[in-house]
T-cell receptor
Framework: KNEVEQSPQNLTAQEGEFITINCSYS?????LHWLQQHPGGGIVSLFM???GKKKHGRLIATINIQEKHSSLHITASHPRDSAVYIC?????????????FGQGTILTVHP | GAGVSQTPSNKVTEKGKYVELRCDPI?????LYWYRQSLGQGPEFLIY????????DSGLPNDRFFAVRPEGSVSTLKIQRTERGDSAVYLC?????????????FGQGTRLTVV
């Protein structure tokens, strides 16, 4: 069983809509990355969270440690936000650099 | 540039051949990771280096896969006797290793196709 689960797998929105992508993770994951991947494979790190909330432009990421749940929100979505969004968890212990990835959410924003 | 660089960006090889994939991490990053991403899947961990040594190689699928980082900077992922199932995008990432968790920076990946 994957230690990191994302939903939804596919998401279609109209330009301007508020978007939420969810991520649940198992015991042993102590911090989460939210990553963006465009066609062609390049991955960009959006946020790294171990508690609370972070905001960057139209992107907001939250994490609830007790519920082992994180969300990525996009406000006023735009077609250029279309990409695959991936949450990835840091394992604990000596391999805390190792990331376990969710399956990704394919976001398509239509004009 | 200042980012993680992977070469080649694309590699097509015949089944049974040997391939090497190279990763140049960000200067000063002591941690380096290799991941493999098959079509439609999220990346899967292969191996993680802290300096020159492999701190965790539990993700290498079998003994055809090997990676080195002899001087603690550039890393090479080596695949022997390639199989069609090895076709994937191979991603490299690097990060600073300090207290707490540090952000990982990814390269563009090497798309390996075994025909």
């Amino acid at each position: 069983k994957n230690e990191v689960e994302q939903s939804p797998q596919n998401l279609t929105a109209q330009e301007g809509e508020f978007i939420t992508i969810n991520c649940s993770y198992s015991v042993g994951i102590s911090a989460l990355h939210w990553l963006q991947q465009h066609p062609g494979g390049g991955i960009v790190s959006l946020f790294m969270l171990s508690s609370g909330k972070k905001k960057h432009g139209r992107l907001i990421a939250t994490i609830n440690i007790q519920e082992k749940h994180s969300s990525l929100h996009i406000t006023a979505s735009h077609p250029r936000d279309s990409a695959v969004y991936i949450c990835a968890g840091h394992a604990g212990g000596t391999s805390y650099g190792k990331l376990t990835f969710g399956q990704g959410t394919i976001l398509t924003v239509h004009p | 540039g200042a980012g993680v660089s992977q070469t080649p960006s694309n590699k097509v090889t015949e089944k049974g051949k040997y391939v090497e994939l190279r990763c140049d991490p960000i200067s000063g990053h002591t941690a380096l990771y290799w991941y493999r991403q098959s079509l439609g899947q999220g990346p899967e961990f292969l191996i993680y280096f802290q300096g020159t040594g492999a701190a965790d190689d539990s993700g290498l699928p079998n003994d055809r896969f090997f990676a080195v980082r002899p001087e603690g900077s550039v890393s090479t992922l080596k695949i022997q006797r390639t199989e069609r199932g090895d076709s994937a995008v191979y991603l490299c990432a690097s990060s600073l290793m300090g207290q707490g968790y540090t952000e990982a920076f990814f390269g563009q990946g090497t798309r390996l196709t075994v025909v």
